[in-house]
């Protein structure tokens, strides 16, 4: 679903030229040689420390500030388990360094930070300060969240709370991310950043060391060589940070904004200003134009005026009367106009209206199923019954194997009525999402608390209506988190074949989930153990207070990929939502049809297949 090309600005300026050439599209990928050349054009005095004092910072950073003009600009900062202190710090100071080089003001550039691991904390929203010595005592004060890696849930943040007018956001002003991460995503990104790009936000996405390269370029923004960045280590963003400030020095606002200038726009690096045609003076707004008047008595000033007026005839700004009929961007000159379209869009043949420019049409999406254009990209959408695999663009069968799933929710106390209710729909979305039958899917379902209940085995129910039914029945247990009594309860009985465990020599993938909102009050290590070894992939999917090294121990290897966590209730059916992609991937391992190529109907199959294609390219001429 990852964006592949996009239309790109009209018009580019020497910082992002350079910026260009240190990342080429072969490699997206900046080294210390890289960095150290592109630095030769730079402040040599290198970067500023991220302890310096607030007046020290604000008079420091005065030689190197550019004037970026009006900019929403929001920091999406990794702060997952696997980024060191020591690598934090380097985060730190490539944020402060930025902030430093622009120019922040109620009028001017407006900042935000969030951090994301397995939760989204907003650290600063874009309203809550205007001066830097206040961002950067907040930046130095962030703690690192230290868990996973959830950076969908991050971006789906920024574009529902910190892009809003609510937390400082203005309309008609440029909006831009910066993502700065060093793994693999846990969650998927490519759909909320195909969403957040078509809402307006301009995402840079940066990757450090060990970040995954298709994930980075499915959340950046087109043209991707220009919004993809791959940094060898954290040693270098700072060198990198620099090249960025000239690419946020370089918007033009011309294009980038509503100026309101009524005759022309004069971008200028960060800025811009208005002037007026030929005949007419600025006025004092600084916008608007009007006609120059001139003494009847003096007539060399006539002479002057009478050819200036004949010049403002040849010279009428069309566009600033409105007299066009350009759809979405007029462009003025002499005595004419001529129209263009935003970016994502092109221009038709009537040469005044715009349509979306269609990504899928270009024959190099790589869709499997279906390719979906949306502003300035498109993301790969796969048939009913067929979840999209990790890569965006393959489509595997969700119902085309058989699995056991025994689903293992916490019924304690802490979870409330309310959110157990939620988790009984999370369950049912898992269920809708599979082939329930007997000689297909089969799903159990076990309640813990103090004690552990059975709310129904394996064999029980044969449809997903009945077991959705018998979900919604399940009362609240309430009381203890007995985690490791559960997990020891679904080993021994559970998956055992008097409860409708198909044996293990039919090779059915057997399946536990494991949903809790809190710290078990037993040990787990022992049966989780025994779960994995008696061949049960285990899923571990936390809430609220869940320990994540808990869930850790519990889930499968890759962990990445097996264990999940929000801190809302209201939030799980995003992870129902990534379970099926993964729950799906161990389906594939079911009873599959393997047909033999040298069997005598392959072989018939074959040659049927052939002699068709055949005839069908004699049907066009290619074969005579």
């Known amino acids: 679903m990852a964006s592949k090309k996009g239309g790109s600005k009209e018009s580019k300026t020497k910082a992002t030229s350079k910026l260009r050439s240190a990342s080429p599209s072969s490699r997206y990928g900046l080294s210390e040689t890289d960095l150290d050349q592109m630095g030769e054009s730079t402040d040599s005095s290198g970067p500023r420390s991220a302890t310096s004092s607030p007046a020290e910072s604000e008079k420091g950073s005065e030689a190197q500030k550019c004037k970026t003009g009006p900019l929403d600009l929001v920091f999406i900062i990794d702060s997952s388990r696997s980024v060191r202190p020591f690598e934090f710090e380097t985060m730190r100071k490539f944020m402060i360094d930025i902030i430093h080089a622009v120019d922040v003001g109620p009028e001017a550039a407006r900042i935000g930070v969030v951090q994301y691991s397995s939760q989204v904390q907003n650290i ?19 703690i690192p969240l230290a868990q996973g890696t959830m950076t969908g849930l991050a971006i789906q943040y920024a574009m529902n709370v910190a892009f809003t007018v609510q937390e400082g956001a203005r309309p008609k002003i440029p909006k831009v991310a910066v993502i700065v991460t060093d793994g693999r995503p846990q969650d998927r990104v490519a759909e909320v950043s195909t969403q957040a790009r078509g809402m307006g936000i301009e995402i840079y996405a940066v990757g450090v060391q060990r970040a995954d390269m298709n994930s980075l370029r499915a959340m950046a923004s087109p043209p991707l060589e220009e919004h993809v960045f791959l940094v060898e280590s954290f040693d270098l963003i700072q060198q990198f ?3 960025f400030q000239d690419k946020l020095c370089g918007l033009d606002l011309c294009t980038e904004m509503d100026h309101g200038c009524q005759h022309i726009c004069v971008s200028t690096p960060g800025s811009y200003h ?16 009007s006609g120059m008047l001139v003494s009847h008595d003096n007539q060399d000033a006539k002479k002057v005026y009478v050819k200036q007026l004949l010049c403002s005839f040849a010279a009428i700004d069309l566009c600033a009367e409105g007299k066009h009929d350009c759809e979405q961007i007029c462009i003025s000159s002499p005595g004419s106009y001529s129209c263009r379209c935003r970016a994502g869009y092109q221009l038709n043949q009537d040469q005044k209206s715009c349509s979306m420019i269609d990504y899928c049409s270009f024959g190099n999406h790589s869709c499997e199923h279906e390719c979906v254009t949306v502003l300035n990209g498109y993301f790969c959408r796969c048939h009913e019954g067929y979840v999209l695999q990790s890569d965006g663009k393959i489509c595997q069968a969700c119902r085309s194997a058989n699995i056991d799933l025994v689903l293992v929710i916490d019924g304690s106390k802490s979870v409330r009525p309310q959110n157990f ?13 599979l082939d329930v039958s007997a000689h ?20 029980q129910y044969q449809t997903p209506e009945a077991i959705k039914n018998a979900v919604l029945k399940v009362e609240y247990m309430e009381k203890g988190t007995m985690t490791g009594l559960a997990l020891k309860h679904m080993v021994e009985n559970s998956f055992s074949e008097a409860d409708g465990a198909r044996p293990l020599g039919r090779n059915i993938p057997r399946i536990g989930l494991v949903f809790t909102d809190g710290r078990s009050q037993d040990d787990i290590t022992e049966w989780a153990k025994k779960a994995k070894d008696a061949g049960i992939t285990m899923y571990a999917v936390g809430v609220g207070k869940a320990v ?3 869930l850790r121990v519990i889930a499968s290897d890759p962990v990445d990929k097996h264990f999940f966590y929000t801190t809302d209730f209201t939030a799980i059916n995003q992870i129902a939502d990534n379970l099926k992609l993964n729950i799906c991937g161990e389906e594939s391992q079911g009873e599959v049809e393997v047909k033999d190529p040298c069997a005598c109907e392959s072989l018939v199959e074959f040659q049927e297949t052939t002699l068709s294609t055949l005839e069908q390219l004699s049907k066009k001429h290619i074969l005579f």
């Open 124 to 142: 600063f929203s874009l309203k809550s300060y205007t001066k830097k010595s206040d961002m950067v005592k907040a930046i130095n004060e962030i």
């Open 241 to 243: 940070g620099k090249q």
């Open 548 to 550: 994540e090294e808990e």
């Open 421 to 433: 209710e939620l988790v009984k729909q999370f369950v049912n979305q898992i269920v809708d999402s």
């Open 274 to 289: 208005c002037e007026c045609n030929p005949g007419y003076k600025l006025n004092e707004d600084g916008k608007t134009c």
């Open 440 to 459: 297909g899917t089969r799903i159990g379902l076990v309640q813990y608390s103090s004690r552990v209940r059975t709310e129904f085995p394996l064999n």
